[in-house]
C-alpha cells in the first residue's frame, strides 16, 4: 500500500547525452525509516537525490516523495523535504536562534508555531546554551547539529542529509546519529548518504549504487548474511601493505583490503577455514618474507560487503 512509502523509485533514470548517470534504479523507503544510500563518487547519489528533491527531471521512469510525483509536482515536492548538505550553508554572522527564525520564515512556519518549535528543536539537537552565539563562531559538530534544526524547522515528511558528518569528529557524529534516531523516531523520513560505514549500521535499511546501477539492497544484518558466499577471514601480519598484494595472487582467495593493521579475505566460494587452508594462507605470506600471527574466521563488516559487492559488480561489467 503506497501510504506505508515515503519515497518510491521504479526504474528510474538519468541520462546525460549517452553518459547513463542514473539506470533504471528502483527501491521504496517506508515511512520514519532512516533509509542509507551509499556508493563511490560518480556512482550516481547525488543525481537521485536531484530528482527525488525536484531539482531534476528523469529521463524515464518514476518516483514519488511524501505521496508526490517527482516529475509531474517538482515544485510542490520541495515544500515537503528538509535539505541538509556537507557543506555549511547557514548564516554565520546570525546567531543559533536568528538562523532558527529566518529559516523558519522562509518555509512559511506560522509565526504562533514558531514560539513553540524553535526552542523544541535547540532541545532536540542540544543547542540549549548556544542560543545566542553566531553560528560562524560555532564548533563543527555543533554547526552541523544548527544546520539540521534549521532544514526540518517546517516539520518537513521526508529529510535528506547528504555526508552530514563529514568532517566532524567522532563524538560529534555519534551523537549526531543519536538526534537522526530521535528524528526518526517522531515519524519523519530520513535519507542519507555518508561515506563512514560505521554510520551505515545505524541505518534500518540501505542501498549500495555502483556504476549508476543499485546492486543492492537491504538491512545491515541482511547485507552481511545474504551478499556473502564466501568465508570471511582475518589475517594479522607483519607487513599487511605487501601481504595485500600476495594474498591477491593466491588462488585460495577471491578478494583481499586492508582493514586498520589487518588484512580481511574472502576466500573463494565454497572453500571452508579448515587447518590446511589456514596453513596454506600462512605458507604463502611467509614466502613473501612475512610474519603471520593468526589467521581466523571473522564476521564480515559492512566495509567488507560493499567491498565485495563493488568488485563482483566490477568484474560482472567488465567486456
Same mark, same amino acid.
Request: proline share 4%.
Given at each position: 500500500?503506497?501510504?506505508?512509502?515515503?519515497?518510491?523509485?521504479?526504474?528510474?533514470?538519468?541520462?546525460?547525452?549517452?553518459?547513463?548517470?542514473?539506470?533504471?534504479?528502483?527501491?521504496?523507503?517506508?515511512?520514519?525509516?532512516?533509509?542509507?544510500?551509499?556508493?563511490?563518487?560518480?556512482?550516481?547519489?547525488?543525481?537521485?537525490?536531484?530528482?527525488?528533491?525536484?531539482?531534476?527531471?528523469?529521463?524515464?521512469?518514476?518516483?514519488?516523495?511524501?505521496?508526490?510525483?517527482?516529475?509531474?509536482?517538482?515544485?510542490?515536492?520541495?515544500?515537503?523535504?528538509?535539505?541538509?548538505?556537507?557543506?555549511?550553508?547557514?548564516?554565520?554572522?546570525?546567531?543559533?536562534?536568528?538562523?532558527?527564525?529566518?529559516?523558519?520564515?522562509?518555509?512559511?512556519?506560522?509565526?504562533?508555531?514558531?514560539?513553540?518549535?524553535?526552542?523544541?528543536?535547540?532541545?532536540?539537537?542540544?543547542?540549549?546554551?548556544?542560543?545566542?552565539?553566531?553560528?560562524?563562531?560555532?564548533?563543527?559538530?555543533?554547526?552541523?547539529?544548527?544546520?539540521?534544526?534549521? *532544514? !526540518?524547522?517546517?516539520?518537513?515528511?521526508?529529510?535528506?542529509?547528504?555526508? @552530514?558528518?563529514? %568532517?566532524? /569528529?567522532?563524538?560529534? =557524529?555519534?551523537?549526531?546519529?543519536?538526534?537522526?534516531?530521535?528524528?526518526?523516531?517522531?515519524?519523519?523520513?530520513?535519507?542519507?548518504?555518508?561515506?563512514?560505514?560505521?554510520?551505515?549500521?545505524?541505518?534500518?535499511?540501505?542501498?549500495?549504487?555502483?556504476?549508476?546501477?543499485?546492486?543492492?539492497?537491504?538491512?545491515?544484518?541482511?547485507?552481511?548474511?545474504? *551478499? !556473502?558466499?564466501?568465508?570471511?577471514?582475518?589475517?594479522?601480519?607483519?607487513? @599487511?601493505?605487501? %601481504?595485500? /598484494?600476495?594474498?591477491? =595472487?593466491?588462488?585460495?582467495?577471491?578478494?583481499?583490503?586492508?582493514?586498520?593493521?589487518?588484512?580481511?579475505?574472502?576466500?573463494?566460494?565454497?572453500?571452508?577455514?579448515?587447518?590446511?587452508?589456514?596453513?596454506?594462507?600462512?605458507?604463502?605470506?611467509?614466502?613473501?618474507?612475512?610474519?603471520?600471527?593468526?589467521?581466523?574466521?571473522?564476521?564480515?563488516?559492512?566495509?567488507?560487503?560493499?567491498?565485495?559487492?563493488?568488485?563482483?559488480?566490477?568484474?560482472?561489467?567488465?567486456?
Amino acid at each position: 500500500m503506497t501510504e506505508n512509502w515515503s519515497v518510491t523509485v521504479d526504474h528510474l533514470s538519468r541520462h546525460f547525452g549517452s553518459f547513463k548517470a542514473v539506470d533504471e534504479v528502483s527501491f521504496k523507503v517506508r515511512k520514519g525509516e532512516i533509509f542509507g544510500f551509499l556508493g563511490p563518487n560518480g556512482s550516481g547519489k547525488s543525481t537521485t537525490i536531484r530528482m527525488l528533491c525536484g531539482l531534476l527531471l528523469p529521463t524515464s521512469g518514476t518516483g514519488t516523495v511524501a505521496g508526490l510525483d517527482i516529475t509531474t509536482q517538482a515544485e510542490a515536492v520541495k515544500g515537503r523535504i528538509g535539505y541538509m548538505s556537507q557543506r555549511f550553508s547557514l548564516y554565520t554572522d546570525l546567531t543559533v536562534v536568528q538562523n532558527l527564525e529566518f529559516w523558519s520564515t522562509l518555509y512559511r512556519v506560522p509565526p504562533e508555531d514558531r514560539k513553540t518549535r524553535i526552542p523544541d528543536f535547540i532541545r532536540l539537537v542540544q543547542l540549549t546554551g548556544f542560543e545566542d552565539r553566531l553560528a560562524g563562531d560555532l564548533p563543527g559538530g555543533i554547526r552541523q547539529r544548527l544546520a539540521l534544526a534549521c *532544514s !526540518m524547522v517546517h516539520n518537513p515528511a521526508v529529510l535528506f542529509l547528504d555526508e @552530514p558528518t563529514g %568532517g566532524v /569528529d567522532p563524538v560529534s =557524529r555519534r551523537n549526531f546519529w543519536s538526534i537522526i534516531d530521535q528524528v526518526s523516531a517522531r515519524g519523519t523520513t530520513v535519507f542519507v548518504t555518508t561515506h563512514f560505514l560505521d554510520e551505515a549500521e545505524y541505518c534500518h535499511t540501505i542501498g549500495l549504487i555502483h556504476n549508476s546501477k543499485l546492486i543492492a539492497l537491504g538491512s545491515p544484518a541482511e547485507l552481511k548474511s545474504d *551478499s !556473502m558466499k564466501s568465508v570471511s577471514v582475518e589475517i594479522l601480519c607483519s607487513d @599487511p601493505v605487501s %601481504g595485500l /598484494d600476495s594474498l591477491g =595472487r593466491n588462488p585460495l582467495v577471491s578478494d583481499v583490503s586492508l582493514f586498520g593493521l589487518s588484512l580481511h579475505a574472502m576466500l573463494q566460494e565454497g572453500t571452508v577455514l579448515t587447518d590446511d587452508i589456514r596453513m596454506a594462507l600462512t605458507e604463502s605470506l611467509e614466502q613473501d618474507g612475512q610474519n603471520v600471527r593468526s589467521v581466523s574466521q571473522i564476521v564480515p563488516s559492512l566495509e567488507d560487503v560493499f567491498i565485495h559487492l563493488i568488485e563482483q559488480n566490477r568484474k560482472e561489467t567488465v567486456p
